[in-house]
């Protein structure tokens, strides 16, 4: 077999967005028969198990300055010691420049150059100086959304022949659950039935500040459902988002859960009513399929990647118009045969995208690079 290496990065750190891009695909790409060396950065989630995968630990480079620095001459040096020819890095951010095998570089959005304002000095530094020049001397470049892409060709300008969209997938624990499997997981979360769901990061760019608004409009008709918000916050990007809130007057009707851990995850979607999820901006909006899995009916933004991920297995509406995300929700609360049409409709949605086919798809992907076929 052809020597592949693949970089795997803070995966202890509730993996989320990139982290679970990681780790499903590690497990896929084991099922498909492609084992790479896993050159590690980090460790791995509690109780998580990386299998029988051969690893070697980028010592000192925990970090992520640190491991676009001293990571990369350990990279390097690692992908010669194993005589790799192909390197994967499936976060986005490592230039690769010390390596000299073949390769791939996953990059999931573009949000840096669409919203400066909510990034960091870091991911500034990185996508406007690193990213540009690594894209011209990495022989692939995967995306997880035709929307991603074409941000990519606009934005870093790397040639759309260069690209490849390989969508993601709910997980298999993202499913109907019997409510025995659900009634524990809520009294963990100290969540109690009938709410409305939010899942993602608690910061501004989620649009978070609109869906608290059109929230209060849904309470002036009924003040039935709760909102609950599911997400690592962080004080930075989450003040704002809590500070809405007290000024809305929501404190007892708002209840934030912080991070929940994949097994409790599908319960809590399972027990809503309805998902809101009216993004600004997606490199894809994972947490929109995983829903629909759970058979939870969906409202969620007609903009960047999410139409492509919802199709017509939801509610769609305009992220800047209050009135309008409001109606939608309210359409669904109040309308229980749309909701039993949309959660149909999102379950057979959700079967159309597995992580078996993205890891098929980017084993293609390796294949092409090194013009062979690795099983």
Known sequence: MT????????????????????????????????????????GWPPGYSPHDYQRVQLAGSELLPALLALGQIQIGWQARRHGLRLVHDPTGVSPLSLCATKRIVTICDAIPYVYPEVCTTLDRLIYHHWLPQAVRSVDAVITISQHSKNDLEKYIKIPGSKITVTPLAAGAKFRVLSEAEIAPALERAGVARPYILYVGSVEPRKNLLRLLDAYREVRRWSESWKLVIVGARNYWKSSPVAQKVKELGLEGQVKFTGYIPDEDLPALYNAADLFCFPSLYEGFGLPVLEAMACGTPVVTANSSSLPEVAGDAALLVDPYNVAEIAAAMRRILEDPALAAELRQRGLERAKQFTWEKTARQTIAVYEKVLGEKLR
């Open 3 to 42: 020597a592949l290496g693949l970089i795997t990065y803070a995966l202890e750190r509730n993996a989320s967005g990139i982290g679970q891009y990681t780790l499903r695909l590690l497990e896929e790409l084991r099922s498909g028969g492609c084992k790479p060396l896993l050159l590690q950065s980090g």
